[in-house]
């Protein structure tokens, strides 16, 4: 059972020497908390929260009653609840544009922003025109994803009934890492080798975490 004790002080002087990104999650709520509860009622309702969720995303999905049992304060219940809703309208973009050419840069950083914080793995296929230009997205699955969940018709299903010339597909890793599983490889070999068959190209698969994306073009596992 992990149990950390933190400074209020110390974490305060490494925040204005080297900015939020230094600090872990823990250190975070921590921070928030002490804004309602001294150090000590703080670190015990941080350690008690990690014991329950596995990071700051559940914050969120709470209830008041359960948010009341962390900050102990009806101020910062109604706090909590305005950061959460302040952090998802900040990470809000406008959506992929029918019609419209991106890069898998672009299509990567947008994908973060609509799925990089979801619990559950999804998956989903862009469709694009012979000039690469987008003519739909469509989710293909959610839920523990492997080789045996997805077979490549469910995707070319749709991209023969959109007339789709090439394809990209996106999923995302709930534990925030981008590194290409051995499922992931092989559910993209099984994928390009039907598309090779009947003519549609994959162009790009995705990997998006949390606050990052893979493309396996741009890393050169697509050729």
Do not use: W
């Amino acid at each position: 059972m992990l149990t950390c004790r933190y400074n209020k002080e110390e974490i305060i002087q490494r925040l204005s020497k080297y900015k939020a990104e230094s600090l872990s999650e823990r250190e975070l709520l921590f921070i928030f908390i002490c804004g309602f509860l001294g150090n000590e009622k703080a670190t015990k309702k941080v350690n008690n929260f990690f014991l329950q969720y596995t990071d700051l995303r559940q914050l969120k999905d709470l209830s008041e009653i359960e948010l009341m049992e962390i900050v102990e304060s009806e101020n910062g219940v109604q706090m909590c609840k305005a950061l959460c809703e302040f952090a998802k309208r900040l990470n809000k973009r406008p959506k992929l544009t029918l019609g419209k050419v991106y890069s898998s840069q672009e299509i990567g950083e947008e994908m973060v922003l609509e799925i990089g914080l979801k619990l559950q793995e999804v998956l989903l296929v862009i469709l694009l025109d012979t000039k690469n230009q987008v003519i739909a997205k469509k989710v293909i699955f959610q839920g523990t994803l492997d080789t045996a969940t997805v077979h490549p018709r469910e995707i070319f299903r749709f991209a023969v009934q959109y007339a789709a010339a090439r394809i990209m597909i996106v999923h995302n890793h709930p534990s925030g890492d981008t590194v290409p599983s051995k499922n992931d490889l092989q559910l993209t070999k099984r994928i390009e080798a039907c598309g090779d068959m009947i003519g549609i190209g994959l162009l790009d698969h995705i990997v998006v975490g949390s606050s990052k994306y893979l493309s396996m073009r741009e890393e050169k596992i697509l050729s």
